[in-house]
């Protein structure tokens, strides 16, 4: 899986795209794979990690389970869905961008995506990275940092670093508002302030987590795991494949 990447690409998307894309629809489309499941998956407990499920694989990325939201065909259906309630097809269009965009980026760990599903239960995996998350939030987070991953999540980092101005009140205010009829409709029910806060705040949330799992990654958990820049790994968490 991927973690602050899918807080940061839909802003790359608006950046490149411009009007064609609406960010808040692009951001819900990204969130939308993982935002029911991921605490099923991650078991409860921050001391130690008490597990829901029995498998954790099957449930985030198979079928039987909800492995299903990973898929190219399920963000159509809620994109035909958004068309029969909206007729907007900037809004159809941005969901599906992030949600594709999420599925892609889920293809790089060890388990991977039903792309195709209901087609076929087949799992797309890259195998850049290891799938980490039946061990819970806190070494997933160790795994996933001190991988490719990290590097795949600082990469969409730098890239936003370079689209600052996107983030200025100046720009959200001319560029932005105008050309989205969510914020349009935001504007007669929120101040100035609150909009602008609500359009920060996944890239502020993203690049925050990225610095605060590097140094829990790398310096404060027991455990003092070094970077593992290896293909598939790191090398020392256990091979897990497509359920
Ligand atoms: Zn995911």
Redesign the pocket.
Known sequence: ??WAA?DLEPYLFRAKLGGAVSLPLCLIGSYS??IATKWAVYGLGWSGHEKLVDDPVQLHRGFPGVGFT?SLGFALLIGALIFALSRNWIWVFSFVLGAWA?VFS?TLDSVGVMLFWPLTDWHLHLDVWQYVGQAGRKEDAIAYYTSLGGVWDVLWAVWLAFHWRMFTAHHFHTEIVPRDTFWLWLRTKASDGVMLTIYRASAFFGVASIIGWYVWALFINDFQAALDWSLGGPQWAPRIGPP
Do not use: N, R, V
């Open positions: 899986m991927s899918h794979p993982d990973h999420h889920d």
